[in-house]
């Protein structure tokens, strides 16, 4: 489990580095990114009472990954080393989930009083929606994966091909990550070799 944290800490850096160098001396207000995101959660899990309304499980999962981005970044400015910081997550990473709804906003109110990273909220997040350690690793992990290799391929000019062969670059990515061992250490180096084993690579007619 560190060797898979230890992997998004650096896929965390990396990207943030990605879109600003200087990241680190700029201030963002990465708490302020998670507390939106949690409202936005909540829509997908549904709060109204006066409809019917079924919890979006799958976006809920894709909204907590954003705010596992968000996190990590909170976490890597505390001045810890990144193996400190994976020790502290496996520790506190471990909760169980309640009211999905009260739990978020215990999150959401920790979050807006410390501007910190609430790691066993969060935890009880991840509990209430049943969604375990590897599959939030592999969600992550893919995400920023892609979001490099699009960088990379002329995502910012224009030139990127989102669909190769009929399907688009998501669909491709779910192929390749199931060929995959997701335990290995260089998971992420496989993952990106992959898609570009698969990426056509020439401008569409």
């Not at 990954?65 to 400190?84: N, T, Y």
């Not at 190769?164 to 998501?170: A, K, L, S």
């Amino acid at each position: 489990m560190q060797q898979q944290i230890l992997t998004m800490l650096e896929l965390q850096d990396g990207m943030n580095s990605k879109v600003h160098s200087d990241w680190r001396e700029r201030g963002f207000e990465w708490y302020r990114a998670i507390w939106i995101e949690c409202g936005e959660l909540m829509d997908h899990y549904g709060w109204k009472w006066w409809k019917h309304q079924q919890p979006d499980v799958d976006q809920v999962k894709l909204e907590l990954v954003d705010i596992w981005h968000f996190g990590l970044s909170i976490l890597l400015l505390e001045g810890h080393s990144s193996e400190q910081i994976a020790a502290k997550v496996e520790t506190e990473l471990s909760g169980q989930g309640g009211d999905f709804r009260v739990d978020l906003e215990a999150f959401t109110q920790t979050t807006l009083e410390t501007k910190g990273f609430d790691i066993p909220g969060f935890a009880c997040l991840m509990a209430g929606v049943g969604m375990n350690f590897d599959e939030l690793y592999v969600r992550y992990v893919g995400k920023n994966v892609l979001n490099f290799f699009r960088q990379d391929h002329g995502y910012k000019d224009g030139s990127y091909i989102k669909v190769w062969n009929g399907r688009e670059d998501n669909e491709h990515l779910v192929e390749a990550v199931a060929e995959l061992d997701t335990g290995s250490a260089d998971f992420k180096d496989q993952l990106y070799a992959a898609l570009e084993s698969r990426y056509p690579g020439i401008p569409s007619s």
